[in-house]
């Protein structure tokens, strides 16, 4: 319904104070407050009732309005029964963002004007646009013979000849009606998705491209499950779907817009079902990642890795090869900005994504994939088959077919970066493959090492595989004594030294400023420093030998002298 409509109705006493050019927005449903922020309540085109009772003085009415007007809300109506006339200071800031503003006769209940929105509302969404919505309900929520979002997508097709695909953060199919999105398209819709939600702009999000425009709607959680709303966009925006529609919403009524929203809330319930397929595996990856970490009998990770294989990698007989993978996603915090992002159940979700082939289609492409999360990292233990020799015969010996580092961010690189920003990074290690419980060990710190090379590279998105680690961890053991002593007194004995006399901590300084790959932030606040004090030390550092700590060859040789000490 619009707002000229609810002023033409005498009944409910309303009063227009400004907004006079806006009385053509659509009103989707209303919502009473008093609170002082309910932005976490409105998602867009409501009527917001209000018997200012969170307004304790003049300046108290910009930050609500401006919230509002965020928040994208039709109208404000404000109850007389509480001031009397509705304060200037409110008019005001109303007028300055064009947000239409109401006054309810005190003789009017907010409950009057409550029921009549919900009931037009309710009445303009019935007809053959309810009937599709509960037709799409219907086959989403009946089990397997619902057919998965494709049905939907189909439905949309038919019924609204609308072309769509869900797609995942990294640019992957995950359903589609009709013809495959073309990869490459694929990609960079996600990319300027990811974009356009890190800036804070609501959905949709409108693309031009190759003479088509698409529009980009997020999918999000949908509350079932136990993960409470998330506080910082940067906790979902890595792991969340989005579904692409090949046309420009810009232009659509907001009967078309209520009806994508409900697609992408159906859509939403199979990412449900994925996610809870995925807890077996998660939870296998953990206790066989906590059996290695805490030095179990291998014979006892061994057997726990003969349960794991059927689930991964279902008809196989014996236990496959293994390979280890490590990621993690940091992002910088400024001081004083609060809990800092959780960043290991976002690399957890990340990773089971990014270990999936890119050109498969479908929701259930990750079944061979067990990732957990310890800390800051998520930890993939993947199962890798055996094939034949190309040149041998059928019996003859088999090798294990095993990711590469560089080969897992090739197609996802570019969409990533934009997701996270100026203020993230994606760091990931490959371990070699191993055939034993005995190897799992070494190929999980094999991974981490690998994983911190990549975090001393440039760039936002960036791996390294084992063999990188060949030239320098892998081969410590096999330096000459007096090389590695030559080596780290050269760069440590100064530091040593000084923190004798001024007791000024600059080697532990140095181990954590590299264990937090360079990131200031973070290195102050797990050393309780104050970023100016951690940025004195390392600037003695970096005097007192000679080096620069902003590049990748003197961080490695501080990583490896402290290795060696």
Excluded at 3 to 15: H, I, S, T, V
Excluded at 139 to 147: H, I, K
Excluded at 163 to 169: H, N
Excluded at 534 to 540: A, E, F, I, S, W
Aim: hydrophobic share 45%; glycine share 8%.
């Amino acid at each position: 319904m619009r707002l000229r409509a609810l002023l033409e109705n005498d009944a409910l006493g309303l009063r227009l104070l400004g907004g006079e050019d806006e009385l053509d927005r659509t009103v989707r449903g209303v919502m009473t407050t008093d609170l002082k922020d309910p932005s976490r309540y409105l998602s867009g085109g409501e009527l917001v009732l209000t018997g200012l009772a969170w307004r304790a003085d003049p300046t108290d009415a910009e930050p609500f309005v401006r919230i509002l007007a965020s928040a994208g809300v039709a109208a404000l109506a404000a109850g007389e029964a509480e001031l009397g006339d509705i304060p200037d200071d409110l008019v005001q800031a109303c007028s300055r963002h064009r947000l239409p503003l109401f006054a309810v006769n005190e003789s009017v209940a907010f409950a009057t004007i409550t029921e009549h929105v919900v009931r037009q509302v309710s009445g303009e969404r019935a007809g053959d646009l309810a009937a599709v919505v509960d037709r799409h309900r219907r086959l989403m929520t009946s089990g397997p013979a619902g057919g998965g979002p494709e049905v939907v997508l189909d439905l949309l097709g038919s019924d609204l000849d609308l072309r769509a695909w869900v797609l995942s953060p990294t640019g992957r199919q995950i359903a589609g009606a009709g013809e495959p999105l073309d990869s490459g398209l694929a990609a960079t819709l996600a990319g300027e998705h990811l974009a356009a939600t890190r800036t804070g702009r609501r959905g949709p999000h409108r693309l031009s491209l190759a003479g088509a425009t698409y529009s980009l709607f997020p999918i999000r959680n949908t509350g079932r499950g136990p993960a409470p709303a998330s506080r910082d966009v940067r906790e979902t925006v890595l792991s969340d779907w989005l579904l692409a529609v090949e046309a420009d919403a810009g232009d659509w009524p907001a009967a078309r817009l209520d009806l994508l929203q409900g697609v992408t809330q159906l859509i939403a319930v199979e990412r449900d079902r994925r996610d809870a397929a995925r807890t077996v595996r998660r939870r296998l990856a953990q206790e066989v990642l906590e059996l290695v970490q805490t030095g179990a009998a291998p014979a006892e990770i061994a057997a726990r890795l003969r349960v794991a294989a059927p689930v991964l990698l279902p008809g196989l007989g014996t236990a496959p090869h293994w390979q280890v993978v490590v990621a993690r996603v940091d992002w910088e915090q400024e001081a004083g900005q609060g809990t800092p992002v959780d960043g290991g159940p976002v690399a957890q979700a990340l990773l089971e994504e990014i270990l999936v082939d890119p050109a498969t289609v479908g929701a259930e492409s990750a079944d061979r994939i067990a990732v957990a999360h310890s800390g800051d990292e998520a930890i993939a233990l993947v199962p890798l088959a055996a094939a034949p020799l190309p040149d041998s015969e059928d019996e003859g010996p088999a090798i294990a077919l095993g990711l590469h580092a560089d080969a897992l961010l090739a197609a996802v690189r570019a969409p990533l970066s934009s997701g996270l920003a100026d203020d993230g990074r994606l760091t990931l290690g490959v371990s070699a493959a191993v055939h034993s419980a005995e190897g799992l060990r070494g190929a999980l710190e094999e991974a981490r090492h690998a994983r911190r090379v990549a975090a001393a590279r440039p760039g936002r998105v960036c791996a390294a595989g084992h063999h990188e680690l060949a030239s320098h961890v892998l081969l410590l053991p096999f330096v000459p004594d007096d090389v590695r002593r030559a080596f780290t007194a050269r760069l440590l004995d100064p530091l040593r030294d000084y923190d004798r006399r001024h007791r000024a901590e600059l080697i532990p300084t140095l181990e954590a400023f590299l264990d937090c790959d360079g990131s200031w932030t973070r290195c102050a606040t797990r050393l309780h420093l104050h970023v100016n004090t951690l940025r004195y030390r390392v600037g003695r550092i970096e005097q007192l030998t000679g080096r620069d700590l902003s590049r990748l060859e003197d961080k490695l040789d501080f990583f490896l002298a402290l290795r060696m000490s």
